[in-house]
């Protein structure tokens, strides 16, 4: 039996601690624009979109574990967003400096880790990485 399509990545939903923090964040070093502020008996969401297409939300509960995220937790280690090269990844680290957004600079890593990267944290600690690898 063949495997049906997947056409891409639907979306992301993050649990944060802050949805206001979180959704500023995400919009003043990410790009994102907020398309909805919306809450449901438990929970709140800030669903926001990128010109990419992604659509990303960061979700606060009433209820739960309020530590910071810890990617050596069973579930979420990181998320990776791809740009088109190494300039496009040096482009990210003047943008990341001019913001003052703590990262590790353009990293070139070999091999099985996929090529240039940069990984930057949000303020819930979520490890994120920009990279020019992997293009399929």
């Given at each position: ?40 008996a ?29 990617e ?12 088109s ?52």
């Amino acid at each position: 039996m063949t495997t049906p399509m997947i056409l891409g990545l639907g979306h992301l939903d993050f649990t944060v601690t802050d949805g206001d923090r979180a959704m500023r964040w995400w919009n003043e070093v990410m790009g994102f624009t907020l398309l909805s502020e919306w809450g449901h008996a438990g929970y709140h969401g800030w669903t926001m979109a990128h010109a990419c297409g992604l659509v990303v939300t960061a979700l606060t509960h009433d209820e739960g574990d309020r530590s910071a995220f810890d990617e050596r937790r069973v579930g979420l280690d990181h998320v990776a967003f791809r740009v088109s090269d190494l300039d496009a990844l040096k482009a990210w680290a003047s943008r990341l400096d001019s913001l003052g957004v703590n990262h590790s600079g353009v990293q070139d890593i070999e091999g099985d880790r996929g090529g240039p990267l940069i990984v930057l944290r949000d303020p819930d600690n979520i490890q994120i990485e920009l990279t020019a690898g992997w293009h399929l």
